[in-house]
T-cell receptor
Framework: AQSVAQPEDQVNVAEGNPLTVKCTYS??????LFWYVQYPNRGLQFLLK??????LVKGSYGFEAEFNKSQTSFHLKKPSALVSDSALYFC?????????????FGKGNQVVVIP | DTGVSQNPRHKITKRGQNVTFRCDPI?????LYWYRQTLGQGPEFLTY????????KSRLLSDRFSAERPKGSFSTLEIQRTEQGDSAMYLC?????????????FGEGSRLTVL
């Protein structure tokens, strides 16, 4: 089955330190991978995507993610975390079935940035 | 605000009652998705519309669930004879294009509590 896994439930990081949120994928063919963020009482917001090309993709709010085919990973990173980055982060993969496309999400990671 | 709008934001109902949620996508977005999210889990795909055509339904969508998108604009999700297990956040998302390389725009969700 095509899916993504987010192995950690919560990531705690001190403000100003690097932030990494892990994601591994299992897909047939070339993966289309996405990260979304959910702030409290807000809808999910798109951060970035990997479709093809450079393995390092840059997105919104200073986030970036590295696609690693050999490790089947797509970890989200930010060099210096802010308290305002505290939120729920979801990794997602495009599922193509019967000619239709949809996203399959991981369970999410709660990120807590400690002042 | 020209984002995805969902109503009502919160619905409390008794078991056995019917409920209906409405989603107004971003205008000109031809793709519309419904997802369900429970606590500690990522969004789970329910159904997909391209314009007015319902092209895919998840096995999660029992015969008590029905979704429509008349005229390819707003969409409704109806749950008949609600059960306590239906308690969740119901998310709507919209996007453009026929192939999946673009981002989805999510509404803030409609939270259902079944007593």
């Amino acid at each position: 089955a095509q899916s993504v896994a987010q192995p950690e439930d919560q990531v705690n990081v001190a403000e100003g330190n690097p932030l990494t949120v892990k994601c591994t994928y299992s897909v047939s063919g070339n993966p289309y991978l996405f990260w979304y963020v959910q702030y409290p009482n807000r809808g999910l917001q798109f951060l970035l995507k990997y479709i093809t090309g450079d393995n390092l993709v840059k997105g919104s709010y200073g986030f970036e993610a590295e696609f690693n085919k050999s490790q089947t990973s797509f970890h989200l990173k930010k060099p210096s975390a802010l308290v305002s980055d505290s939120a729920l982060y979801f990794c997602a993969v495009r599922i193509r079935a019967g000619g239709n496309n949809r996203l399959a999400f991981g369970k999410g990671n709660q990120v807590v940035v400690i002042p | 605000d020209t984002g995805v709008s969902q109503n009502p934001r919160h619905k409390i109902t008794k078991r056995g009652q019917n409920v209906t949620f409405r989603c107004d996508p971003i205008s000109e977005h031809n793709r519309l998705y419904w997802y369900r999210q429970t606590l500690g889990q990522g969004p789970e795909f329910l159904t997909y519309f391209q314009n007015e055509a319902q092209l895919e339904k998840s096995r999660l969508l029992s015969d008590r669930f029905s979704a429509e998108r008349p005229k390819g604009s707003f969409s409704t999700l109806e749950i008949q004879r609600t059960e306590q297990g239906d308690s969740a956040m119901y998310l709507c998302a919209s996007g453009t294009g026929s192939s999946y390389t673009g981002e989805l725009f999510f509404g803030e969700g409609s939270r259902l509590t079944v007593l």
